[in-house]
T-cell receptor
Framework: DTAVSQTPKYLVTQMGNDKSIKCEQNLGHDTMYWYKQDSKKFLKIMFSYNNKELIINETVPNRFSPKSPDKAHLNLHINSLELGDSAVYFC?????????FGEGSWLTVV | AQSVTQLDSQVPVFEEAPVELRCNYS??????LFWYVQYPNQGLQLLLK??????LVKSINGFEAEFNKSQTSFHLRKPSVHISDTAEYFC???????????FGTGTRLTIIP
């Protein structure tokens, strides 16, 4: 029943590894996002997709590559993880009057 | 460009006391305004929103916010807080026709028993 679901919720990995976070929404929305929340709780948009097409890319390193196989899914792949990538990553979906967020994925790079 | 300022990073309040969390925005065009709440170790939940119409909007758990165009503010209030209101509160703004939601830096509300 979860509207925006993302997996995994917790991820601990070593520097240099490659990891993916998956996101799915069952709301029928066309637009999805990835946001990053840093250690100071600051939330910043990373990417936005509309119906599988990239529409916002906010100066994110090339190591981050979003992929949208269909409009209900927006996955985030991260190559060569760095310590500074440790954060909470939120997937979101845009409806007519609001943006709805998933539960977050806590990524820790060691 | 749009921006949001939450002046208070932390607000401690005694249980059953009233609280106001301040939010000011900057935008040259019409905006939509939101408050999101993040309980400890949880995701972001939409608390309330202003799109148009009545400037006073309310949530189901007793919070309300008032859109003040002249002061470019959207402060969040609750007349009597509970321990369960302990959380981080984020104000956010988006422009009409814009896909991007811009967040403030958040206010940590701590309820003192």
């Amino acid at each position: 029943d979860t509207a925006v679901s993302q997996t995994p919720k917790y991820l601990v990995t070593q520097m240099g590894n490659d990891k993916s976070i998956k996101c799915e929404q069952n709301l029928g929305h066309d637009t999805m996002y990835w946001y990053k929340q840093d250690s100071k709780k600051f939330l910043k948009i990373m990417f936005s997709y509309n119906n599988k097409e990239l529409i916002i890319n906010e100066t994110v390193p090339n190591r981050f590559s979003p992929k949208s196989p269909d409009k209900a899914h927006l996955n985030l792949h991260i190559n060569s993880l760095e310590l500074g990538d440790s954060a909470v990553y939120f997937c979101a979906s845009r409806g007519l009057s609001a943006i709805y967020f998933g539960e977050g994925s806590w990524l820790t790079v060691v | 460009a749009q921006s949001v300022t939450q002046l208070d990073s932390q607000v401690p309040v005694f249980e059953e006391a009233p609280v106001e969390l301040r939010c000011n925005y900057s935008s040259s065009v019409s905006v939509y305004l939101f408050w999101y709440v993040q309980y400890p170790n949880q995701g972001l939940q939409l608390l309330l929103k202003y799109l148009s119409g009545s400037t006073l909007v309310k949530s189901i758990n007793g919070f309300e916010a008032e859109f003040n165009k002249s002061q470019t503010s959207f402060h969040l209030r609750k007349p009597s807080v509970h321990i369960s209101d302990t959380a981080e509160y984020f104000c956010a703004v988006t422009r009409r026709g814009n896909e991007k939601l811009t967040f403030g830096t958040g206010t940590r509300l701590t309820i003192i028993p």
